[in-house]
């Protein structure tokens, strides 16, 4: 069934939900997070939700008018601990953040579900997926009577699957609730979230406000344009900015270096420098590197490896030629693993790691970096 859905005030005719999912169960593309999947969803902790419909429900007839509701939020989304955010007014709680969802960059992926293009999570957070601390990630959704996804409005990591309470979500449906008739709006539309954004103003700034203060800007640029001696059109003060840039003033010689020649100077000083790090090099540095590697040498052997090489680089060379390899040194068995060898980092990710680093739309440089940091 084609059901088009839009977005509507939390009220009486909607319900609201927070359920969890494996957080490494995810068929995101690289570098994206899933919020939600696509399909028919329903609870499985054992509760029997939802209740009001045969199930949780998000296909192309309402995730891409999802995302586009989420990507008029100006501000990003937060990603908190067993739902702190939620519950800090009463328990008094920090409800620090796991990580975001950044705004504007909300998907729906055909397939797959809705999804955020630039996840980003903390060091700790991150280290404590990797370390099963914490295996659920849990939506808080308003979905219709069809059971329709409407709105998403956060999500936590947790390991309580049916974590939020009947009360607890009754009281944050009025908290999203509106009764002001002249406040049923409560969603800035996309055009005003894009002004309000681009023009730097509150989250809370009002529709007038925000003209208010773009017709500010546009006067501004006016007066840049008589400053500049371009002529604009007063209907289309906008369309002149390229002209208004491009007629700016000529540089004062007298404060600025042409660009060629800077490009020059700088492209000698690196030439130098670059010249400079290589007569620096160890020139044993690789072969004693190579040689811890291969089983030549033992880890023990490193400080008096680096100290006959110093004092003997032919000799240590010819000692190396003729050392024999040991096959189990061979393989370094640290991956996922602090290495000693390596100032007790984790030199390679393994298979576990990297399947929660796609789950959290991480690469494997930034996990690696998290997990050392």
């Avoid at 219709?144 to 309470?165: H, R």
């Avoid at 369309?239 to 700088?266: I, N, Q």
Wanted: aromatic share 6%.
């Amino acid at each position: 069934m084609t059901k088009p859905t839009t977005a509507a005030t939390i009220g009486s005719s909607t319900h609201i939900a927070a359920l969890s999912l494996e957080i490494t169960a995810s068929r995101a593309p690289q570098g994206y997070f899933l919020v939600f999947p696509e399909g028919k969803t329903r609870s499985g902790d054992g509760s029997g939700r939802p209740t009001e419909c045969d199930a949780w429900q998000l296909d192309a007839s309402n995730g891409y008018a999802l995302a586009d509701l989420l990507n008029a939020r100006p501000t990003d989304m937060v990603i908190d601990y067993e739902h702190q955010t939620l519950h800090a007014q009463s328990n008094g709680q920090p409800a620090p953040a796991a990580g975001w969802l950044a705004a504007g960059q909300f998907e729906y992926v055909d397939g797959v579900g809705l999804c955020n293009r630039a996840p980003s999570w903390t060091t700790k957070a991150t280290k404590a997926i990797a370390d099963h601390e914490y295996r659920y990630k849990s939506p808080v959704i308003v979905y219709d009577t069809d059971g329709y996804v409407t709105n998403v409005m956060n999500v936590a990591i947790t390991n309580q699957p049916a974590l939020l309470t009947l009360d607890e979500l009754t009281a944050l449906s009025a908290k999203f609730t509106n009764s002001n008739p002249k406040q049923q709006d409560t969603e800035m539309k996309p055009l005003l979230a894009y002004i309000v954004a681009a023009l730097g103003l509150p989250a809370t700034t009002t529709e007038d406000e925000a003209v208010t203060a773009l017709s500010a800007q546009v006067d501004d640029f006016k007066a840049k344009a008589v400053t500049a001696k371009v002529d604009v059109d007063a209907d289309k003060p906008l369309a002149a900015l390229s002209s208004v840039f491009a007629h700016s003033a000529e540089p004062d010689p007298a404060k600025y270096v042409p660009v060629a020649t800077m490009t020059e100077t700088v492209a000698a000083l690196n030439a130098q420098i670059t010249e400079l790090q290589g007569n620096q090099v160890d020139p044993t540095a690789d072969l004693l590197t190579a040689a811890l590697s291969d089983g030549r040498l033992l880890p023990a052997q490193a400080e008096w490896a680096k100290s006959y090489a110093k004092s003997d680089p032919a000799g240590f060379k010819a000692y190396l030629d003729n050392a024999p390899r040991i096959a189990a040194l061979n393989q370094r068995q640290t991956e996922g693993k602090p290495d000693p060898i390596a100032g007790n980092k984790v030199a390679a990710l393994s298979a576990e790691q990297k399947e929660v680093a796609v789950a959290l739309g991480l690469s494997d440089t930034d996990m690696l970096a998290q997990l050392n940091a």
